[in-house]
């Protein structure tokens, strides 16, 4: 059997690992566009090979699966998604494993995600708004604030996917600081609409959102289009230092097990978040009438008006949460991968260890992520001996093998480490200790946050988990669960959530 | 004493941000640690600092100087209860601004001590490469006891605490966009940041545009200013982890555990005390009532700079509520005695509105030493328990008896191990008995 596997990052070294520990013994073929050391090395030794090429252009990816005689191609990141790869691949008769281009509007675009699930009234949702410039955006927010207080505390976004602009947290709670909260937002307002300015497809550009507080994890899924089969829970880390503080990055290391849920998270809370993943995805077969088959994930919080929610979806596995869940599984990967093809998920058995908790470590090159370009280029030594003998795993990202066999940096995320045991602390306690074995040659630093899987974030994690459980049980003990309420002075009591339906309906009964 | 806060963005839109209004109402919470003189720095997009400093409070001084605020997205700011008390600004060889609570060992003088600091500091980062390191070999050589926050014309905001840990310095930050710290945790509440811990002692943390970087913390879990439970630190703070108003109540329980006194009425002395008579009451099971009501500002007796102001300022602060006192027995509770003028205006006054006993009880043992690290303590001679023993002052103030905790007690109501706790203005010298 031959598989052919797309993208050159972390997650995509550890798909490559899973299935070369598989009873099926594929041979192993990949296409990415760095050429990742570990990737590199596991084709090798598979009787496949790693080339590099556009993972988001049709025609190289099928051109080289044809060229393999590979039988099924398994897509990681989202980006070939969004790009139409796995339409292109089975057109031309080839299995893939992979959101197809429209099913990966969920990811693609925040705003079709929000109007999804407020137009199948599904649970999980937050209120929200698109806009189509920021006048519009800073018009609507200055005229509302006062009518519908959500507008204060809000998360900015691109209405879709747009090249390395971010997610902006905006909290408007002090009275005194209000006029530099405002202003921010705005200014924040038109650096979207420039930079959205270039995607004429879409009339929204802007997307507000209601910002929520709560503990955050991911729930990843298999899915044929018929049953949607959940993972481990795994708690991502996106700030990129110690104690949630500075930037926002891909992902700097994350945490599972060793249950099904986290140690913060609840098993009901587990079963609810499932319930909604398998809304959206039943929503949006519904809505395009195109079968779902590869992965699915929802990126949650557990948040005071709604219990669990969705803040993104992934039309993929997440990276660096794949590391974790794939640790975990004890299925063959290729098992899973044939059954989400055969369309016989429901008959599968997917089973995971109880007995280990897995802690993941990204490592990064100083520079990452405000200054990519001064993060880029430099050689790295890796001690594999060292890191074997510790017990841990080393998973190479963003780097890149040189002719000489030497790994250099890209820019952004360069590897993860993972480690397991009992229980988080220890894990990540290993992965400390073996931290000294990956160096960059040319005395360029590295860094990476050495408190995720210490007792002393699980604490924050548990604390603020249980302070939102408090609110969000007792809304749903006294029935309010879901609904927002706000009493406005001569105006009285008013739901923007009816009122956000009403918008929605408003251009459609128009047109 | 001064009041320190350092304020730091990342991310795209930075240049929205404006460290000033942040920084002013951080400092405006930290204004109990004094208020005399007002400094500020910032940088922004031009990579030069701007600085403005001048007299206080900090209301005051951001009004006066409405038009002429740095602006900048970045910034450290300081309030001193020192008069002439502003950020060191040294210009070469690597250009710098530093705002320092406590006192390096570098000179006799507080003042002196913080500029040969800040030099050391802007030769360091000018020559070594690797600038965290060589902050962290610099804290852990320089002695004495001191927290600072600096910034470079670099955008660089060092921040640290030297391995004796006497001096508080707190870190926080919110969503993706804003990092700061701060001498205490009710400034990051007012800033809008979420707390995330101490700046560990022997800790240096540093922000740089592409970093958030920290050395290795000292093994010593350090020798925490005990005065900062008792008096310094602002009710809804949290120093070292620890509660300010837990600790404070629980002094107030302790006290009364160790000094009980026959009362109708626990009354406390506002602010500080509040919360340790509240904790009185709940142990003695004596009811508390407010006592006073306060006219004007809530000015701290014992760090206003002349006989005269004090004595106005206490008249002032303390209106007895008659009815409170009138016919009963009390027990006033009061956080400690400097020279003893508070005190005794304070006895007098209820004593002339109609009580008949008053015991003091105070929620800490006699201070007798002045602060090596800068905390406004006078020297010995000016210290009225350096010279009186508990009678003696009792007789002064004209109470009917006056006790102090021990040294013992505070750290036990306080709960850190003695070897965590300075006590040096407790017992230096000791307190006549």
Known sequence: MRIMGVGGGAREHALAWKMSLSDHKPEIFWIAENRNPGIHKICKDNQGELRTGRTTDPKTIVRSSRGWGVDIVVVGPEEPGFNGIPDALEKEGIHCVGASQELSIIERSKADLRRLQWE????????????????EASDYIRKNIGTQPWLQNIVIKPARQSGGKGV???????????????????????????????YSDIEDKILVEEKAWGPEYSLQCFTDGKTVLGTPLVQDNKSAHEFDSGPETGGMGSISGPDLALPFITRDEYDK?????????????????????????????????????IIEMYSRLGDPEALNMLAMLKTDIVDVFQAIIERRLSKLKLEFTNEDAVVVKVV?????????????????????????????????????????????????????????????????????????????????GLYHRSDIGSEQLLAKRWDSAERVRRLYQYREEHGTLGRRMEWIPKVGTIDPSQLLLKEMQGPEKAG | ??????????????????????????????????????????????????????????????????????????????????????????????????????????????????????????????????????????????????????LTHKRALISGRNPLGVKPLETGSVGFDIAAVASETCALDVMGIDHTGPVETGEVIMFTPEDIRGNAPAADAGNFC????????????????????????????????????????????????????????????????????????????????????????????????????????????????????????????????????????????????????????????????????????????????????TVEELQRAIGLPRQNLCMRCFENGGAKR
């Open chain 2, 226 to 405: 005990s005065y900062e439970y008792v008096y310094l630190a602002r009710l809804d703070s949290t120093v070292n982890t620890l509660p300010v108003a837990k600790a404070r109540n629980s002094i107030g329980r302790e006290l009364a555990k160790a000094h009980p006194a026959k009362a109708n009425v626990v009354i406390g002395v506002p602010e500080t005390a509040l919360p340790i008579a509240n904790g009185y009451s709940q142990e003695s099971g004596l009811p508390q009532e407010p006592g006073f009501v306060r006219t004007g500002e809530n000015i701290r007796a014992a760090l206003e700079p002349t006989q005269k102001e004090r004595l106005v300022g206490v008249q002032l602060k303390l209106n007895p509520i008659k009815s409170a006192i009138e016919n009963k027995d009390v027990v006033l509770v009061d956080d400690s005695v400097v020279r003893g003028n508070t005190l005794r205006n304070t006895v007098l006054n209820l004593k002339r509105n109609g009580a008949h006993q008053v015991h003091v009880r105070i929620g800490s043992p006699a201070l007798v030493s002045p602060c090596p690290y800068g905390v406004e303590i006078p020297d010995a001679d000016e210290l009225i328990s350096s010279s009186l023993d508990e009678k003696e002052l009792a007789n002064h103030v004209a109470a009917d008896s006056v006790s102090f905790m």
């Open chain 1, 168 to 198: 902006k947290l905006i909290e408007d709670r002090l009275a005194h600081l209000h006029e530099n909260k405002g202003r921010f937002k705005e200014a924040y307002f038109d650096s979207l609409q420039a930079s959205m300015a270039a």
């Open chain 1, 273 to 309: 978040s499932l319930k909604i993943v398998e809304g959206i995805v039943e929503a949006i077969q519904k809505k395009t009438g195109k079968s779902y088959h590869g992965m699915v994930g929802g990126q949650m919080m557990l948040t005071e008006n709604e219990g669990p929610t």
């Open chain 2, 1 to 150: 004493m001064p009041g320190l806060v350092g304020f730091y963005t990342f991310g795209e839109g930075r240049e929205n941000w404006d460290a000033s209004h942040f920084i002013r109402y951080g400092l405006g919470a930290l204004q109990g640690r004094g208020q005399e003189s007002i400094s500020l720095a910032t940088v922004g997009p031009g990579n030069t600092l701007h600085t403005l400093a001048g007299k206080g409070g900090v209301e005051d001084f951001f009004e006066k100087n409405k038009t002429s605020i740095p602006k900048g997205f970045i910034g450290i700011g300081q309030t001193s209860s020192y008069i002439d008390d502003y950020l060191v600004h040294v210009k070469t060889p690597y250009e710098l601004v530093l705002a320092l609570d406590g006192k390096t060992d570098l000179h006799e003088n507080r003042r002196e001590a913080s500029k040969l600091f800040a030099r050391q500091l802007s030769q360091l980062l000018h020559s070594e490469n690797e600038p965290l390191k060589a902050t962290s070999m610099l804290v852990n050589k320089i002695g004495g006891g001191y927290s600072f926050v600096a």
């Open chain 1, 120 to 135: 199948n009234n599904l649970p999980g949702k937050l209120l929200f708004r698109t806009f189509k410039n920021a006048r």
């Open chain 1, 364 to 444: 990064a090159p100083n520079g990452y992520p405000e200054k990519k370009e001064k993060a880029k280029g430099h050689p790295v030594q890796v001690f594999e001996t060292n890191i074997k003998r510790n017990g841990c795993y080393l998973f190479w990202g963003n780097a890149d093998l040189q002719d000489n066999g030497e790994a250099v940096t890209g820019g952004s995320r360069l590897l993860a480490l993972m480690a397991t045991d009992h229980t988080l602390p220890p894990a990540s306690a290993l992965i400390e200790k073996t931290m000294s074995s990956i160096q960059l040659t040319d005395g360029w």
